[in-house]
């Protein structure tokens, strides 16, 4: 009895696309047509391609619509899927006397010999070693070290003194919530939790939704948290 003919598969040349029958068990040929070598097996069953990681998104809104974007990390910039507006993301470090706008929703920061004046700035968070001349708003956080020569106005969603540091301020300070390792010698108000680490300092009246005090922590003034009042 005749030996059953072996069926064959096709195998693509990758250099001159020349196909040509092989067969299914065959380790390498060579192209009939230009005389390149094939490794047969390797163009049956590719290398699988492994899977993409995820790339980390960041979550933030619009300026000037208020729509939610989800971009990546690394972006520097992007557009508003809504109202099509440019969005800066980049971080700005801060050594010299610059007077300008800025607007990004980066990190804004004003080294020790950094002077920034006559300006207006919405940032994503903001640390100031230097001088501020103007009117701040930091959507995240805003961190003054005892450097800080801040003169105009300020808003931001969590106020942040660092340990051995202190920032003293004649008005009311409004702010979403705040974090004092150091000293603070103003009065407080905060839409959210205010946290006395055990290094903190604070000297004024607190009005807060809701307030964590560490042992070895300092008050000096009157709180009110919540819908209790307290005498410090």
């Not at 980049?90 to 610059?98: C, F, G, L, N, T």
């Not at 931001?156 to 920032?167: A, D, K, Q």
Request: charged share 25%.
């Amino acid at each position: 009895m005749p030996a059953k003919k072996q069926d064959k598969v096709l195998v693509s040349c990758p250099r001159c696309g020349h196909q040509q029958p092989e067969p299914p068990a065959a380790i390498s040929t060579v192209c009939k047509q230009c005389g390149q070598h094939i490794r047969v097996q390797e163009l049956r069953k590719p290398a699988a391609r492994s899977p993409e990681q995820p790339k980390e998104l960041r979550k933030l809104t619009c300026f000037e619509c208020g729509t939610e974007l989800e971009v990546a990390l690394s972006a520097q910039s992007t557009m508003c899927k809504r109202c099509s507006s440019h969005i800066d993301l980049r971080d700005y470090h801060i050594s010299k006397a610059v007077s300008q706008n800025f607007r990004t929703k980066g990190q804004f920061v004003i080294e020790l010999k950094g002077y920034v004046f006559n300006t207006e700035a919405l940032v994503g968070d903001a640390v100031i070693r230097g001088k501020f001349l103007g009117k701040l708003v930091a959507e995240h956080s805003l961190t003054l070290y005892s450097t800080a020569d801040f003169k105009g106005t300020f808003k931001t969603g969590r106020l942040i003194i660092p340990t051995e540091n202190h920032f003293r301020w004649k008005e009311q300070i409004s702010v979403g919530a705040a974090e004092i390792a150091g000293e603070l010698a103003a009065n407080l108000r905060a839409e959210g939790v205010v946290v006395l680490r055990s290094t903190g300092r604070l000297f004024g009246d607190l009005e807060a939704k809701g307030l964590v005090v560490e042992e070895g922590a300092v008050m000096v003034g009157k709180a009110k948290v919540g819908s209790r009042s307290v005498q410090g």
